[in-house]
């Protein structure tokens, strides 16, 4: 296998162990997105269906690893053929959507036994869960989202960069490549193709700045049986992804529209950009997912359990699926994930709708604005 094939094989092995160890990183009074008493995870039988869902997924993540050098080996592929696309393309889509949907599909059955189990044994909240004050003035906080402004001089020095060498252009800018690492589509050059490096910088920057806005204004989840402590929980959670988010933002969005830049100017192949970008990426994820094993979901896994042994309030109704956040009563936009790391949105909230209307309007005016292909 070559580079890029390998990359596709590292990137599959990556989703499929961190969907594998999800169901361990959530609160204990979570499984498979549904509340359960504090402490009822570790017993039988919810601890047997997070055994198996593990197993279902590591075995899964294994086979469709395994796929890559198999299939490559037993078939080779000219990737510069139209059948050999077509055949990388599926296998890509395969192997990385097996797990994906898997997982999904794993989790609604186990949710469903979690759910039987739950009505056998009459789990409900024991009492209303009451508004607790908790003084969070010394807990630690999200980044300021000031830092985000470091987007800017990084913009203005990737445009004086580029403006200062347009001659340097060739005369078809590179805007698309195959599994293979050939150019498959291009633009002419013009003073908005030739800025597109700056332009995704920007774009880019603007979503993980959302990211960063979201953590900060996200509903935090306070245990009213222990509320100091998972106060101060998911303030240092918060705190530690919001770090991750800043730097994890910069480095991945300057790397890419550099390398995008390099390559318009014939420095590195769009081949070698595809794979440093992913290498890059795929680190950050990696440093999110030791992160996530050592804190757990909403910093679940940062001190000693603390909770009472009943159910102290629960919103199960409100998670569609397991997965979907829909609750009009919430002025919260933003939630912790019940089955996942980090957040997800409120989809009763109109501003949730806006939020998406103006991403994807922001997508097309980026392609717009730079002559870049809209499929």
């Known amino acids: 296998m070559n580079l890029i094939y390998l990359m596709f094989c590292t990137m599959v092995l990556f989703v499929g162990l961190i969907l594998a160890v999800t169901p361990w990183l959530m609160p204990q009074t979570e499984c498979f997105s549904v509340t359960v008493p504090h402490g009822a995870r570790k017993e039988e ?16 993540t294994a086979l469709c690893t395994l796929a890559w050098p198999v299939v490559l080996t037993a078939s080779p592929v000219d990737p510069t053929t139209r059948s050999g696309e077509v055949k990388l393309t599926l296998l890509l889509l395969v192997t990385t959507f097996a797990p994906l949907i898997a997982s999904f599909a794993l989790m609604l059955h186990f949710r469903s036994h979690v759910q039987a189990v739950k009505q056998e044994c009459s789990w409900a909240p024991e009492h209303a869960a009451a508004a607790a004050f908790v003084g969070t003035e010394n807990f630690p ?6 830092w985000n402004l470091l987007y800017l001089p990084l913009m203005g020095g990737l445009a004086y960069f580029t403006l200062t060498r347009y001659d340097q252009f060739p005369s078809q800018i590179p805007m698309n490549v195959d599994l293979a690492g050939n150019v498959t589509s291009t633009v002419p050059k013009t003073l908005q193709s030739v ?3 700056t332009l995704l910088l920007g774009f880019m920057g603007a979503i993980f700045t959302l990211v960063h806005w979201g953590t900060i204004h996200s509903k935090k989840p306070i245990d009213p049986a222990a509320p100091a402590t998972s106060a101060l929980a998911y303030a240092t959670f918060a705190h530690v992804q ?5 730097v994890g933002g910069l480095m991945i969005s300057s790397v890419t529209a550099s390398l995008i830049l390099a390559s318009s100017l014939g420095m590195v192949s769009m081949a070698s950009a595809a794979v440093i970008t992913t290498v890059i990426t795929l680190a950050f994820v990696a440093m999110i997912t030791i992160v996530s ?8 896994r940062l001190f000693a359990d603390t909770s009472s ?16 956040y829909c609750n009009r009563n919430d002025p919260s ?3 912790p994930k019940r089955f996942g790391i980090g957040w997800t949105s409120n989809i009763a909230r109109w501003e949730t709708w806006a939020l998406v209307a103006g991403i994807v309007v922001l997508t097309v005016l980026l392609l717009v604005l730079t002559g870049a292909p809209l499929s």
């Open 293 to 300: 094993l050592v804190m757990g979901q909403s910093g679940s």
């Open 141 to 146: 906080k999200p980044l300021s989202l000031a």
């Open 242 to 246: 919001s770090i991750l988010i800043v």
């Open 309 to 324: 042994a009943g159910i102290t309030r629960d919103d199960d109704d409100h998670w569609l699926l397991g997965t979907i």
């Open 333 to 335: 936009i933003f939630v």
């Open 195 to 197: 800025l597109f490096p």
């Open 45 to 60: 039988p919810l601890h047997s269906f997070m055994r198996s869902y593990t197993l279902w997924m590591v075995m899964l």
